[in-house]
């Protein structure tokens, strides 16, 4: 692994450390510092496998709101992460991935558009890095929203495609009204949100 990797991958990270994760801030409390799960994988040399359910060809199909609540973000996760090893294998993997963002100001936009303590946010520096990649959160608030919506598992790969690409360029998703019946709303991921992911490991600055 190398120290940084290319002229694009910030010196600074700023991380949600989140006092509720006790594993995540214990290790920043105890060590200073956090790392992905990836690496893991890389030292054991095993596979990285990170999908811990797959779909049970003999459900109903049919899901209550309390069913939804607790699958349907892990659905739509894992379709965009059979479609990062189809089509983006070179990606980090969401699942394997440490989370950081590239400025505190985009800290304090997303602290207040999901309600996120901004006291948690804590400045690292990269310590080791294997792999890493730039991609647009509000990409993936936006199929949320839609889940949650609908009542349906986000399945469509239109949205994830555009997450993974990392271009940035945003998208719509135009559904049925809830309310207004035989209406169509449209809803919008707005500007890009950048995140981070982070393959490798970031120390406290």
């Not at 049970?56 to 090893?85: H, I, K």
Request: proline share 5%.
């Amino acid at each position: 692994m190398t120290d940084v990797i290319g002229d694009q991958l910030p010196t600074s990270f700023w991380v949600f450390v989140s006092r509720s994760n006790f594993l995540a801030a214990h290790n920043v409390a105890a060590v200073g510092q956090i790392t992905s799960p990836s690496v893991v994988a890389r030292i054991t040399g095993k596979e990285e496998e990170y999908l811990a359910a797959i779909p049970n060809p003999d459900a109903t199909g049919a899901v209550s709101q309390f069913g939804l609540s607790l699958l349907g973000r892990y659905w739509s996760e894992y379709n965009g992460e059979l479609l990062r090893r189809q089509e983006f294998p070179g990606k980090p993997s969401r699942f394997g991935a440490l989370f950081a963002f590239g400025d505190f100001q985009t800290c304090e936009k997303v602290a207040e558009k999901h309600h996120w303590d901004i006291s948690e946010v804590r400045e690292f520096k990269p310590l080791l890095v294997a792999n890493w990649g730039r991609f647009d959160m509000s990409l993936v608030t936006l199929m949320n929203g839609v889940t949650a919506r609908s009542n349906l598992p986000f399945s469509d790969m239109t949205l994830w495609r555009a997450y993974w690409s990392g271009s940035g360029e945003g998208a719509a998703w135009t559904m049925p009204s809830a309310t207004n019946l035989g209406e169509m709303e449209t809803f919008s991921s707005g500007e890009p949100v950048w995140e981070y992911l982070i393959d490798g490991s970031l120390k406290l600055a």
